[in-house]
């Protein structure tokens, strides 16, 4: 599936921003949606997952209580509200997805999106 994200941007740290992402084409109502991110000169790493039909969410430990995921089916899209933003969370943002809870509660998705830049900095 081909995913798209949008609403990435610049932010001063403190700041916030909503990523989405969304897919033309085809349902994204039964993929277990999410976020992985990669800084410059760093490993690409989850940030936070949303299941279809649990909605069970995760979160990695670094965003927790500052990032929450949220999935809208009826617009076929998924969001990452992104609040009190550090300048680590910088680097670019891809949407993921796959129609399996399990390989995504091991970290692996079928469909990648070609990523939005997210850059914090005062």
């Known amino acids: 599936v081909h995913l798209v994200e949008s609403g990435g941007g610049l932010v001063q740290p403190g700041g916030s921003l909503r990523l989405s992402c969304t897919a033309s084409?085809?349902?994204?109502?039964?993929?277990?949606l999410g976020w992985f991110r990669q800084a410059p000169g760093q490993e690409r790493e989850g940030v936070s997952y949303?299941?279809?039909?649990?909605?069970?969410?995760f979160y990695a430990d670094p965003v927790k209580g500052r990032f929450t995921i949220s999935r809208d089916n009826a617009k076929n899209t998924v969001y990452l509200q992104m609040d009190s933003l550090k300048p680590e969370d910088s680097g670019i943002y891809y949407c993921?997805?796959?129609?399996?809870?399990?390989?995504?509660?091991?970290?692996?998705?079928?469909?990648w999106g070609q990523g939005t830049q997210v850059t914090v900095s005062s």
């Open positions: 084409g085809v349902s994204l109502e039964h993929y277990t």
């Open positions: 993921v997805g796959d129609r399996s809870a399990y390989n995504a509660r091991q970290g692996s998705f079928a469909s």
């Open positions: 949303i299941e279809s039909i649990t909605r069970k969410t």
